[in-house]
């Protein structure tokens, strides 16, 4: 089977990588870490494209689309490690979506920031965050503000701030199971997004960097041992980008291995991101070590990727589980 992006997508993907390489900048980044870790203006442009409601209705706001779609830009987002609060928003918009809540989702299209809080209560972009879903008895509240405790955490990547959130108020809606299955699932669609971007830009960087570099004479990517571990990167990228893809493309089409293709695409590109993350700095030498050079950008998301919204060991768990080798282990 042959896999392309229709013309509608392959001009998405364009608007979205020249939107985040115009706006996502190094300075820009590094500003927002400073400041509770969000480019609010990134972000109101990410609002004003329609690339916030991609996959909601038409009727509220959105841009009818898919999980495809949503792909695209979260791959785009994170090729530049942009500092905005997309993947945990993307994944409340499709919890409100599933239990019909287009009051809610109107306020979010309107320009608020939304999270979620899984088990644990740590929820991304938290302290910036107007609309809280929290995981509770199988399903999830939905609360303002006024109605939370928002305590601010030590997190490594603070392009995305986790903040401890807990309920001390009255909810404003009560969303089904349902609605917190289908918040994980787009959340995990969209963190394996931002690794595979993340993971080509770590390869792309660092092959710019190896045809520059000189050493005893030469450009150091005409060494053996750095052209593998740049193929060995391009071969780890190439499986995640499958992955990824086939997940997105089960759950727009309801398939029956949506779920087995969910988990497989969080756990493989967020491990990949790693792989290629560690591999640059590296590759780097000495400049790569330093906290100036964005390689440590890269780093960090990629830590963040492994962990937000399950590890990739619990990932492959379930993937066990779905397979059948947990009964044969039993």
Not at 19 to 37: I, K, P
């Amino acid at each position: 089977m042959r896999f392309a992006f229709t013309d509608e997508q392959a001009m998405i993907a364009e608007t979205a990588n020249d939107l985040f390489v115009g706006e996502a900048t190094s300075e820009r980044t590094r500003a927002a870490m400073a400041d509770a870790g969000c480019d609010r203006a990134l972000w109101d442009s990410l609002s004003a494209t329609g690339f916030v409601g991609v996959h909601m209705p038409g009727d509220v706001g959105g841009s009818e689309l898919g999980m495809v779609e949503l792909a695209i830009i979260a791959e785009a987002a994170g090729r530049q490690v942009a500092a905005v609060p997309l993947i945990a928003t993307q994944a409340a918009l499709s919890a409100l979506q599933a239990d019909g809540r287009a009051d809610l989702i109107e306020r979010v299209l309107g320009g608020q920031v939304a999270t979620l809080a899984l088990a644990g209560g740590l929820a991304p972009h938290g302290t910036i965050a107007d609309l809280f879903l929290i995981e509770q008895d199988g399903g999830l509240v939905v609360a303002d503000r006024d109605a939370v405790e928002v305590g601010a955490g030590v997190t490594m990547d603070q392009t995305r701030p986790l903040a401890q959130v807990k309920l001390t108020g009255a909810p404003i809606a009560t969303l089904s199971a349902k609605a917190l299955d289908v918040a994980k699932h787009t959340g995990w669609i969209a963190v394996a997004a931002d690794a595979l971007g993340g993971a080509q830009a770590c390869l792309d960087r660092t092959v710019e960097y190896v045809k520059e570099r000189q050493q005893f004479g030469q450009a150091i990517g005409g060494f053996q041992a750095i052209k593998h571990r740049l193929a060995d990167m391009m071969v780890e990228i190439e499986q995640a980008r499958s992955a990824v893809y086939w997940a997105a493309c089960a759950v727009d089409e309801g398939a029956e291995d949506a779920e087995l293709a969910l988990h497989s695409a969080k756990a493989f590109a967020a491990d990949a991101y790693a792989t290629c993350a560690g591999a640059m700095i590296q590759l780097h030498g000495g400049i790569g070590f330093t906290w100036e050079h964005d390689a440590h950008l890269f780093f960090k998301r990629a830590q963040a990727d492994r962990t937000l919204f399950g590890s990739s060991a619990q990932h492959r768990e379930a993937i066990a589980q779905i397979i059948g080798l947990g009964a044969i282990a039993a």
